[in-house]
């Protein structure tokens, strides 16, 4: 059993930076993929970002690549996510998953994650 608690959202004017972080509990960290996702009002959870166990393998979504960026510390048991150049529509609740997948494959379906954070919010002002 996984848990996940993320931090760092809040409200940032558009054009500024955020930097999330989701620390996972138990000791077998580095076992698993991470992934951010993200969910917005009236609108279905959508991948954001992913990264594998070992960090030499990473995804974004199209809509946040050359802004964001995920990173993770195994020794810390922590992933990030460091958002940059933010927009409006980045406004959503912010969630962290893992699975346990040691692989150079990341993981992109939220299906496949196992265990989720409560979520965070980040709201971007125009």
């Known amino acids: 059993q996984v848990q996940l608690v993320e931090a760092g959202g809040g409200l940032v004017q558009a054009g500024g930076s955020l930097r999330l972080s989701c620390v996972a509990s138990?000791?077998?960290?580095?076992?698993?993929?991470m992934g951010w996702f993200r969910q917005a009002p009236g609108k279905e959870r959508e991948f954001v970002s992913a990264i594998n166990w070992s960090g030499g393998s990473t995804a974004y979504a199209d809509s946040v690549k050359g802004r964001f960026t995920i990173s993770r510390d195994n020794a810390e048991n922590t992933v990030y996510l460091q958002m940059n150049s933010l927009k409006p529509e980045d406004t959503a609740v912010y969630y962290c998953a893992a699975r346990r997948f040691r692989s150079t494959v990341v993981v992109i379906t939220h299906r496949e994650y196992d265990y989720w954070g409560q979520g965070t919010q980040v709201t971007v002002s125009s």
């Open positions: 138990g000791r077998t960290f580095s076992s698993y993929a």
